[in-house]
């Protein structure tokens, strides 16, 4: 059974900066991509950011694209989201997940992902 836990969240100002770390465990390259979502209260959960396992393809939400970086390391069974230039709006609580579902490319649907971590609370403040 793929496993992840996410942590690296924080309070933050306007502007700053946080780094997310997803370690995964079980045989997870076996899977094709990991996924980073978010969710805020009373919102539904939206894709953040996605990378797959093999060839480091990556996809973004117009929201982060140019401020978020996803990478993996795959030796280390971890994934991250790197966040720059944080906005009030990013507050949320952000989530990994991981799925096998490449037959169209990665995906942005929460439904096709698989083994949700606990998340982990990111606050940017004004």
């Known amino acids: 059974q793929v496993q992840v836990v996410e942590s690296g969240g924080g309070l933050v100002q306007a502007g700053g900066s946080l780094r997310l770390s997803c370690a995964a465990s079980?045989?997870?390259?076996?899977?094709?991509?990991m996924g980073w979502f978010r969710q805020a209260p009373g919102k539904e959960r939206e894709f953040v950011a996605g990378i797959t396992w093999s060839g480091g393809h990556t996809k973004y939400a117009d929201s982060v694209k140019g401020r978020f970086t996803i990478s993996r390391d795959n030796a280390k069974i971890t994934v991250y989201l790197q966040m720059n230039s944080l906005k009030p709006e990013d507050t949320a609580v952000y989530y990994c997940?991981?799925?096998?579902?490449?037959?169209?490319?990665?995906?942005?649907?929460?439904?096709?992902?698989?083994?949700w971590g606990q998340g982990t609370q990111v606050t940017v403040s004004s």
């Open positions: 079980g045989p997870i390259f076996s899977r094709y991509a």
């Open positions: 997940a991981d799925t096998d579902d490449g037959r169209y490319g990665l995906g942005t649907d929460p439904r096709k992902y698989d083994s």
